[in-house]
């Protein structure tokens, strides 16, 4: 995993504690938000398809 995609995956982790202990500011949640929608959007399909399996092997361990 290499440090980009480390710190998205902290920065999304973040980002649903913080919605959960309201501890983040309105603004910089939707700055992080932003930030991983325009990585998103810069993929290929077969990026897209790739993060969409990983998330889905993570979630049924």
């Known amino acids: ?6 710190q998205e995956r902290c920065d999304c ?4 504690y913080a919605l959960r202990r ?3 500011s309105g603004e910089k949640i939707e ?3 932003t930030r991983q929608r325009l990585r998103c959007a810069n993929m290929t399909p077969e990026q897209k398809q790739a993060k969409y399996d990983r998330k889905k092997a993570l979630r049924k361990l």
């Not at 995993?1 to 480390?6: C, F, Y």
């Not at 982790?13 to 649903?16: A, D, E, G």
Request: zero cysteines; aromatic letters at 0%; hydrophobic letters at 30%.
């Open 1 to 6: 995993m290499t440090l980009e995609q480390r």
């Open 13 to 16: 982790q973040n980002v649903q």
């Open 22 to 24: 309201k501890s983040l």
């Open 31 to 33: 700055e992080i938000r």
